[in-house]
């Protein structure tokens, strides 16, 4: 069982940076695949980008490889998402959700990832 508390979120301009935080409770963090996933007002949960357990890290577009980095630290428990060059597509709730153990198929679906946090929002004003 993990438990997991996003934050970071908020209101930016268009073309700034936010940095969101998503921090969990397993004492075996570093087992867990992290993804962040994002739902915009109306749309579907959308995945965004994912760090397994060995480090290697998918993104759902490579748009994104040069906008969005996640990167983890297993001794504070914590995932990042550093956002820059924010558009205001880019508005929505962003969740990191957590899957245990080391996959070989991408994960990229909601069914996938077992737990999740409770989001928080991030608008990006034009």
């Known amino acids: 069982q993990v438990q997991l508390v996003e934050s970071g979120g908020g209101l930016v301009q268009a073309g700034g940076s936010l940095s969101l935080s998503c921090v969990g409770s397993a004492r075996a963090f570093n087992n867990y695949a992290i993804a962040w996933f994002r739902q915009a007002p109306g749309k579907e949960r959308q995945f965004v980008v994912s760090?397994?357990?060995?480090?290697?890290?998918?993104y759902l577009e490579d748009s994104m490889k040069g906008r969005f980095t996640i990167s983890r630290d297993n001794d504070k428990n914590t995932v990042y998402l550093q956002m820059n060059t924010l558009r205001p597509e880019d508005t929505a709730v962003y969740y990191c959700?957590?899957?245990?153990?080391?996959?070989?198929?991408?994960?990229?679906?909601?069914?996938?990832?077992?737990?999740w946090g409770q989001g928080t929002e991030v608008f990006v004003s034009s």
């Open positions: 959700a957590a899957a245990f153990g080391f996959s070989l198929a991408p994960r990229t679906s909601t069914r996938q990832y077992g737990y």
């Open positions: 760090m397994g357990v060995n480090g290697d890290v998918l």
